[in-house]
């Protein structure tokens, strides 16, 4: 770190810019015998000394560059449109994607992940403006050639020009003049203009001559007075120059007036003329254009500009550039110049008519420029080196060289050097320096300003000499009288020389002896306009005198030229006269004796006009050496006799002289303030004890009267300010140092006070001086200091500091702490004394760092703090840190030493610790205060160019880290502070921990694991306070779990996040106007935003009108204050928000990086089991609102971390943490913005990965199933097309896309570049493994799992409409999602209990009952995979065969699903049992009794185990109840059906995934084939359009594709039966199902078949000997009852019978039937009913006459003509075989009908055996063996 060099500390600043003058070119006296006088010309004469480093001195680094920073939401891709927007337009880019803000230059950016947060949050860091906040902050004055901040005004006389011509030469005069209080403003500026052939190659009167001006005023004028030379009595008159017709004068008359200038050297009065510089209006400043005789512009700010000539003017001053520039003058012309006649006096210009003056016929030009005087002149000329001859350079600074620097001769230099800048080689100067644009000219008259000598200001120039102004003189005949005006020394000789003292009117002429006014031609009152300028000596006795000689000249050549004839003679002694303002009037005397000023000589003198006073004149002193107040001049002089020993030794005089200072009025006090304060200070320093305190009271007393003149109301008056700052030295040593005397006298007077004598009100004076008297202490101490070491120095070493004598240090010690008792007795007082007082107690401090050793310093800082020690009292709590934040402000705060050589920088560690308590303090504004302070600093150092390296940086963070750890250890007090404190304080940290190395990081986190912990607390906050939140942002960009902390009232905030300097700065630019800068296209689209910007309160849009009429109601909320930005400033606002939380975000990021290398080697403290800190920032940074920027570098850390960490992150204690990235990981999937969407592919591989080594699969499958679950009910997996109905959405489309690119293969290398890994990093084997497990199937299986969820999701979406008409899907849907969650037994569980209740609204009880059944299945699989159940796998195999769904396959995963929240916690024994219970209900309800009993059997061994005899019981009763239900359903004679089934096709396109598919419905038993067809015509009609219609095959024959018309979707609807497990398909028998016998079997189905007559002979319908049948059987996948209504048909095979074949089948069923009554077994008598009844219906249908066309239209089809001849004699004996066994079990039952029936029944036999006879008699036509078989 670079140290200032103090050797350099005081700048020397030249007073003025060319040599000063011979100070008195009269007398050359010692100065040493006039003390004061020494002390004047010191004062006025030697260079300023300023000290460079009192105000501070900071240079920064250049300004950032912020680039955009992108912040994606799930829908939008920000950085394509930039990308696209920027190659459309290149240009426009430039200003949209960055704005400037404050650079870094992070010299070690490399290491670093992003920029630093500081520059973003501070990012219009302005150290000036926050320095002029501090409280008694100091402000520096400028150093200017007067206080007030005037005018300057110059004018240069372009031409004149005459009707007649200009043909002799013409002299002339400029000066300001104030018509109101009729007196000149300023000395006369002369020029001259010769006729061209009079003119000389080498002379150039192009001078300039400048005014000055304290304000604009309508009554200043511009007086101009022309003359030439004496007009020759019979020559050409003047009045050829003001006739009315035009003169042309003859060549002869042009030579004599030639010849004539050149003989004469007298000149008379010719013109004159009057210009107002300034329009009446100015008064008003209303900026009315003003007239050609008002050259200037009122307005000085330029906002006006005037149409023709003064427009140039309106240039230069809103250009605000001082100098001259090429055309930015006005040129006047002025015409109405008034002929002078005798009576030409200061009347006459008064005169408003002038009837009395003819006009000249001629014009004067003029080119006046106005400039600015500020108060910086000196301060630039003296940056740029004093202007002597050694150090000028010609060429350097031109440009910033301003008239106003060269302030010459009015200020006292002699007229003969001063006009032009005093240079060696003048002509070389000028040629290098005056280019043709006439950029700078140094040919400037600095004409002196009379206001300065009546200003109430100090004198800061040495300026002493006479103006005397000649005006009449009265004599009783006409003649043509001039005056020659000497100053003498004394009488004694009339031939003695006199002093060389007049200044000449040419330029580079030397001082004169004497000088000539006009002639006054042919004139009885001679009148007079000339104004001489004349040199005093320093000191003047009484003989020195003026002498005025008259002369009378003739003005007609003769023989020879006129000679002038004394006329007579007139004296002014200077003591008697000098102070005179008035007009003086003298006697004239012929002729001059010697001492003819004595009075007893002037009884000789000869007086002319009797001894009347005929000779009128004036006077006017300009002097800043000679006071006019007689107190000050006594004073001078007791002064003198005090230093010069001449006075007693006791000084009363002197004393005396001291005390009447306080009489002096404060004019003549001010304006030789310095001097006399000089004086004092002498005396203060080696006077006596009495003295001493004498001329510090006076001192007090004036300072204070100054300080209450002050009239900006500052507490540190200009003047005084001034005075310490510049003219108080110690001129080299020869002045003694002022300190020791200063604080001896003060100290012992604030003692005397501290012990309670009375000090008098002199005392509070003095504590409000303090300031003043501080700094003198401490600049006389620093000029010590450099002159010590000035010349024995090295250069470029740096200045050793001074150490104080102990009895000096001891008695500035004693005068702070009774300086401190008083700041802390007021402050408890509420006096604002005591605020300034502690300011200044501060700066003292602070200044002496530079000086004294700054040990000794110390002693005093900590003397403050023990008195202010702890929290104590706001208002001195505050003063506190107000003397904290003025000392850390110091140049040099990070380089100063500890208080021991050991110990690092003592002031930060006390400005550390104080901090940090006020952080835990009560009061508000104190604490934002601290925190305000601690930022500004760190923003100082940060951006402070000599601190740029990083071994720099790394020094002031180590500096401030103990503030860092003072939070860890007291968090309370963070959590305390409300969200702005905390945002500062988290900026501090974050910066802090950015510069420091790892070492001092590894010591912050090896203390304790919870100290670890708080720290990433800290980090937490960082993300949660400083996150990038735009107004749409919802759900899906990471909410935040915590709002923002309410904030106090203050000053109005346009951003929450950025530094709360940003609102005043907003505030400050949205008063200005915003410029653009920039192309032509920025103007354009401003103009855009801005077509109605009317008026600055008009909002730019509706949404913006909005805002604002809402804030005005409810208060400026930040979002309407920022609304009603500006849209530039908006933007900015923005840029700066992106990049701070992009920067923060980055900054948490690379700590934890850093923290997981390290934990890595366990070299930090924290809990190694679950690495608590890693997840929780993991988390936060996923569940908060992250830049492109942030995305782009947190996944390579991502993979480390997961690389060295996987065993412990994949651990069973942090499933929350892994569940949570999984969410997050596949939230990011879905994002429309391609680098992020990659980058969450990759995120989801590497998790792949590391469970793939650190856990099972099946675990990562149940944590992404379950957070792709919650992410759908977040995401939207459809949208509404234009004509309202659905498609899949961007969003399920882009997380498809993700879940494909996890595991393809191909792509994975240049994804994994693209997303900054290396390729091989799936391949790469972690520590302690040797195999590489990474497995692509894997992937797939993983990937396919996952996107069966969300097909299921997204089918269920699409349906959505149609799920309450078509409830077949809708239970479809819920079955798909149930299957596809599967994994997750909570959501299969979840899924499966929807279906079930879809089922209950349906009455579709079975299916119901089945979900039920399968639910208890998953948690039964759970319960008994973990070996805490009651069931075994025996128990399973049963429940299996009611619910074949209940596979292995899914629920192995169910214990492996142990995820918090979800999983096996919650599948219980009790849970089973009560699903099983609803099984056995909604079986029950669909009188599948067989199945309620299988669920009883798996409920029992629960109570069994519970011992529960209760539930026993009430199960086996039950258990009775079913099985009777169960014999009645089997002893019924109509055989129980539990469903019918219906198989149903579909074709069309219409159909979607239907198409072309056959499924098989299970509808409940009363549904016939009409209702089924009505309802499936319903569903699917609806869904028809225009150009579909719906068509239902009536027919159960096979489709032909190729057969269906194209616009029309056909059904085909068909009923069917189901199969039997053992029943023979190949057989011939009819398929009744009434015939069917069986015991209690468990009803599942899974094939089905049904019957299709057909003729091969092309006709529709045939005989029975033409009648063939198809048998189909279909195959379904799944088995009824199943979880869903329909299942699709999987095999279909057909078998075809003959005729013949079905002939037999339909005789050989009902033998079968017949058999199968008789030969059931009957337990009981009570059975016999029921059995006749079906025996009685069974008979009827076989023998009864008029239904045997069944078995004789068989005989008659097949056993009679032709057909019996095609048969095979095969198939006829089987017929036969068949009928005769049919009729031999007819027989059989007819016998046992016999016995069986009752008296009633006999008639009904008798017919049954008529039948059976008559029928037999009808088959032995057929079968004549029949006879004798029966």
Not at 508 to 532: C, F, M, N, P, R
Not at 633 to 642: A, N, Q, T
């Amino acid at each position: 770190m670079e140290n200032s060099n103090l050797s350099l500390r005081f700048r020397k600043i030249s007073r003025q810019p060319v040599a000063l003058p011979k100070l008195d070119p009269l007398l050359d006296e010692n100065l040493e015998q006039w003390p004061h006088l020494s002390q004047l010309v010191q004062c006025y004469g030697t260079e300023w000394v300023k000290d460079v480093n009192k105000y501070g001195h900071y240079e920064s680094i250049p300004p950032a560059i912020f680039q955009n920073q992108i912040f994606e939401g799930p829908d939008t891709d920000t950085e394509t449109e930039i990308r696209l927007s920027s190659a459309r337009s290149a240009t426009f880019d430039e200003n949209v994607t960055s704005t400037s803000g404050r650079h870094f230059a992070d010299p070690g950016s490399a290491k670093h992940f992003g920029q630093p947060p500081l520059p973003a949050y501070e990012p219009a860091f302005d150290w000036e403006n926050e320095r002029s906040m501090i409280c008694g902050q100091r402000t520096p004055e400028t150093l200017s050639a007067h206080y007030s901040s005037g005018l300057k005004i110059s004018v240069r006389v372009l031409s004149l020009s005459f009707q007649a011509g200009l043909v002799e030469p013409f002299y002339g005069s400029l000066s300001l003049y104030n018509q109101e209080r009729k007196e000149k403003l300023s000395e006369d500026f002369y020029f001259h203009k010769l006729p061209t052939e009079m003119q000389d190659a080498n002379t150039s009167s192009d001078t300039r001559g400048v005014f000055y001006l304290d304000a604009p005023s309508a009554s200043i004028h511009l007086l101009i007075q022309l003359e030439k030379t004496a007009t020759e009595e019979g020559g050409v008159t003047t009045s050829v120059y003001s006739r009315k017709e035009p003169v042309h004068l003859s060549e002869r008359e042009k030579q004599k007036l030639q010849v004539w200038s050149r003989i004469m050297p007298y000149r008379e009065s010719f013109a004159w003329a009057i210009v107002p510089l300034f329009d009446n209006s100015i008064t008003a400043n209303s900026g009315g254009s003003a007239s050609p005789s008002s050259p200037l512009a009122p307005s000085m700010s330029g906002s006006s500009s005037h149409e023709g000539v003064i427009e140039p003017i309106a240039k230069i001053t809103s250009d605000g550039k001082q100098g001259y520039s090429g055309g930015s003058s006005v040129i006047v012309e002025i015409s109405n110049l008034n002929k002078v006649d005798e009576s030409y006096s200061e009347d006459t210009i008064q005169d408003p008519k002038r009837k009395v003056h003819k006009h000249v016929k001629g014009v004067i030009r003029l080119e006046i420029e106005k400039h600015q005087s500020g108060h910086g002149d000196f301060e630039n000329l003296s940056e740029n080196g004093s202007l002597t001859n050694d150090y000028f350079d010609p060429t350097d600074h031109l440009a910033d060289l301003t008239p106003m620097k060269c302030p010459s001769t009015g200020f006292g230099g002699p007229r003969s050097s001063c006009s032009k800048l005093n240079f060696e080689d003048t002509k070389e100067i000028r040629r290098d320096t005056t280019s043709a644009s006439g950029s700078l000219d140094l040919n400037c008259y600095y004409a002196f300003d009379f206001c300065a000598t009546t200003r109430n200001e100090p004198f800061l120039h040495l300026f002493h000499c006479l103006y005397v102004y000649p005006l009449s003189v009265a004599l009783s005949r006409k003649r043509n009288i001039f005056i020659r005006v000497e100053l003498r020394k004394d009488d004694a000789d009339v031939r003695s020389q006199p002093f060389e003292a007049i200044y000449p009117r040419e330029p580079g002429v030397a001082l004169q002896k004497w000088a000539h006014t006009q002639v006054a031609v042919g004139a009885k009152v001679a009148s007079y306009h000339d104004e001489i300028k004349i040199s005093l000596p320093t000191t003047w006795t009484p003989s020195h005198h003026l002498l005025f000689t008259f002369f009378h000249i003739d003005l007609q050549t003769k023989l020879e030229a006129p000679r002038p004839v004394v006329v007579g003679y007139a004296s002014l002694p200077l003591l008697t006269y000098i102070h005179s303002r008035s007009e003086i009037y003298l006697p004239v005397v012929r002729e001059l004796v010697p001492h003819y000023l004595q009075d007893n000589t002037k009884e000789r003198l000869d007086f002319l006009e009797d001894g009347k006073n005929i000779f009128k004149l004036r006077l006017r002193l300009c002097s800043s050496l000679y006071p006019t107040n007689e107190r000050v001049r006594d004073f001078f002089l007791e002064y003198d006799r005090h230093t010069l020993r001449t006075s007693p030794p006791w000084g009363s005089e002197l004393l005396q002289a001291i005390n009447s200072l306080k009489h002096v009025d404060s004019t003549a006090l001010l304006q030789f303030l310095h001097p006399i304060l000089n004086m004092l200070l002498h005396l203060i320093g080696n006077g006596g004890e009495t003295l001493q305190v004498a001329a510090f009271r006076a001192m007090v007393d004036i300072l204070t009267r100054v300080q209450q003149v002050s009239f900006d109301d500052a507490d540190r008056n200009r003047f005084l300010v001034t005075y310490v700052d510049f003219s108080f030295d110690d001129f080299g040593g020869r002045q003694p140092p002022v300190y020791p005397g200063l604080s001896t006298v003060w100290g012992s007077l604030a003692r005397s006070k501290a012990k309670g004598y009375r000090v008098g009100p002199v005392y509070d004076d003095v504590l409000s001086m303090a300031w003043f008297f501080l700094e003198l202490v401490v600049k006389s101490m620093a000029l010590e200091q450099a002159r010590h070491f000035d010349h024995s120095l090295p250069s470029g070493e740096d200045v050793p500091p001074m150490q104080l004598k102990e009895s000096v240090f001891r008695c500035i010690m004693q005068l702070y702490d009774c300086l401190l008792t008083e700041v802390h007795d007021r402050c408890k007082k509420g006096l604002s004394l005591a605020k300034r007082l502690n300011s200044s107690l501060a700066f003292f401090c602070y200044d002496l760092l530079y000086v004294i050793d700054p040990r000794q310093v110390y002693e005093l800082v900590s003397l403050y703090m023990d008195k202010f020690s702890g929290i104590c009292q706001s208002v001195l709590h505050e003063c506190k840190l107000t003397f904290l934040q003025i000392i850390s402000d110091h140049d040099l705060f990070v380089e100063m030493p500890g208080r021991d050589s050991s110990d690092r920088n003592y002031l930060s560690s006390v400005l550390i610790q104080d901090l940090f308590l006020t952080l835990d303090h009560d009061d508000l504004p104190l604490r934002a205060k601290a925190a305000r302070i601690l930022v500004i600093l760190l923003c100082k150092h940060e951006f402070d160019a000599r601190y740029q390296k990083t071994e720099d940086k790394l020094y002031i963070a180590q500096l401030y880290f103990p503030f860092v750890g003072q939070i860890l250890d007291e968090m309370p007090v963070f959590y305390n502070l409300n969200a702005t404190e905390k945002r500062e304080v988290l900026i501090a940290v974050l910066q802090i921990v950015r510069n420091l190395d790892d070492t001092s990081l590894i010591k912050a986190w090896q203390q304790s694991i919870a100290r670890t912990r708080l720290f990433f607390k800290l980090m937490e906050e960082c993300l949660i306070l400083f996150e990038h939140r735009k107004a749409t942002d919802n759900m899906l960009v990471g909410n935040n779990p915590r709002g923002p902390v309410s904030e106090g009232p203050g000053s109005p905030k346009y951003s929450e996040r950025l530094s709360p300097a940003i609102s005043n700065y907003m505030s400050e630019a949205a008063r200005q106007e915003v410029k653009l800068e920039g192309t032509p296209d920025n103007g354009y689209l401003w103009q855009r935003v801005n077509s109605q910007m009317a008026s600055p309160s008009q909002p730019y849009s509706l949404r913006e009108a909005l805002a604002q009429a809402q804030s005005s109601r409810i208060g400026a909320s930040a979002q309407a204050l920022r609304e009603s930005l500006h849209p530039i400033l908006r933007q900015k606002l923005e840029l700066w928000e992106e990049n701070l939380s992009a920067a923060v975000s980055l900054q948490v990021l690379e700590i934890t990086e850093k923290f997981s290398s390290l934990a890595a080697s366990h070299n930090v403290a924290t809990d190694y089991g679950k690495l608590d800190c890693i997840t929780t920032i993991v988390i936060s940074f996923f569940s908060h609102n992250q830049s492109l920027a942030f995305w782009k570098a947190f996944f390579p850390v991502f993979n480390r971390i997961f690389d060295l960490h996987g065993a412990i992150l994949m651990a069973r204690e942090n499933d929350r943490f892994l569940k949570q990235i999984a969410f997050h990981l596949l939230r990011l999937a879905v994002y429309r913005n391609d680098n992020i969407r990659k980058r969450a592919v990759t995120g989801l591989q590497i998790l792949l990965k590391s469970s793939l080594y650190f856990m099972q699969i099946a675990r990562l499958r149940v944590m992404l199933t379950i957070t792709l679950s919650e992410l759908m009910s977040d995401v939207p997996v459809t949208h509404a097309k234009t004509d309202n109905t659905l498609e899949e959405s961007g969003e399920a489309r882009r997380l498809r896309q993700s879940l494909e690119e996890m595991a393809d293969e191909v792509k994975s290398a240049d994804l994994l570049r693209e997303c900054g890994l290396p390729d091989h990093t799936l391949l790469t084997v972690p520590h302690k493994f040797t195999d590489n497990r990474w497995s692509w199937a894997e992937a797939k299986h993983l990937s396919d799992s996952l996107i069966l969820p969300l097909d299921a999701s997204l089918e269920y979406a699409l349906l959505a409409s149609v799920m309450a008409s078509d409830r077949y899907t809708a239970a479809e849907s819920f079955h798909k999602l149930a299957m596809a969650f599967a994994p997750v037994p909570d959501l299969h569980i979840m899924w499966l209990l929807h279906l079930c209740e879809s089922h209950q609204e349906m009455q579709s009880w079975a299916e119901a009952a089945q979900c039920a059944v399968a639910v208890a299945g998953v948690i039964m699989q759970a319960l008994v995979a973990r070996n805490d159940g009651v069931w075994s796998q025996d128990h399973m195999a049963a429940l299996r065969k009611i619910c074949p769904v209940v596979s292995a396959e899914f629920t192995t995963e169910a214990s492996a699903a142990e995820v918090e929240g979800y999983g096996a916690s919650k599948l219980t024994v009790d849970s089973a049992v009560k699903y099983l219970q609803l099984a056995n209900k909604l079986f029950s309800q669909a009188e599948l009794y067989h199945f309620c009993a299988s669920i009883l059997e798996l409920v029992i061994p629960v109570y069994k185990s519970r011992k529960a005899y209760g539930q026993l019981a009430k199960c086996h009763t039950l258990l009775t109840n079913i099985y009777e239900s169960i014999l009645e359903q089997e002893s019924s004679p109509i055989p129980f059906i539990d469903a019918t089934y219906y198989r149903v096709g579909f074709y069309g396109q219409k159909f979607g995934k239907l198409d072309k598919k056959e499924y098989i419905y299970r509808e409940p038993r009363d549904v016939r084939l009409g209702d089924i067809m009505e309802k499936l015509s319903h569903i699917y009609e609806s869904r028809m359009d225009s150009n579909h219609i719906l068509h239902i095959i009536p027919d159960s024959r096979q489709v032909k594709a190729e057969e269906l018309q194209p616009g029309v979707c056909y059904l085909q609807i068909t009923a069917v039966d189901p199969v039997m497990e053992d029943e023979d398909l190949g057989s011939r028998r009819e398929r009744i199902f009434s015939l069917s016998t069986g015991s209690v079997r468990a009803r599942v189905f899974d094939r089905f078949l049904f019957d299709t007559p057909f003729t091969k002979n092309g006709k529709t319908q045939g005989g029975l000997e033409d009648q063939w049948k198809r048998r189909t059987v279909l195959q379904t996948e799944g088995s009824f009852p199943a979880l869903v209504n329909r299942l699709l048909v999987i095999k279909s095979e057909s078998l075809e019978f003959s005729p013949v074949e079905n002939a037999i089948g339909m005789i050989e069923t009902r033998t079968a039937a017949l058999r199968n009554e008789l030969e059931e077994p009957r337990s009981s008598e009570g059975d016999q009913l029921p059995r006749l009844q079906s025996l009685q219906r069974i008979l009827q249908g076989s023998v009864a006459v008029q239904v045997n066309s069944g078995v004789l239209s068989v005989c008659t089809a097949f056993l009679s003509g032709e057909p019996a001849t095609r048969l095979r004699s095969q198939e006829l004996q089987q017929l036969i075989a068949a009928l005769l066994e049919f009729m031999a079990v007819c027989k059989r039952a007819i016998r046992v009908h016999f016995r069986l029936i009752g008296e009633e029944d006999q008639e009904f036999h008798t017919q049954l055996v008529n039948g059976f006879q008559s029928l037999t008699a009808e088959l032995s036509h057929f079968i004549p063996a029949i006879l004798s078989e029966l």
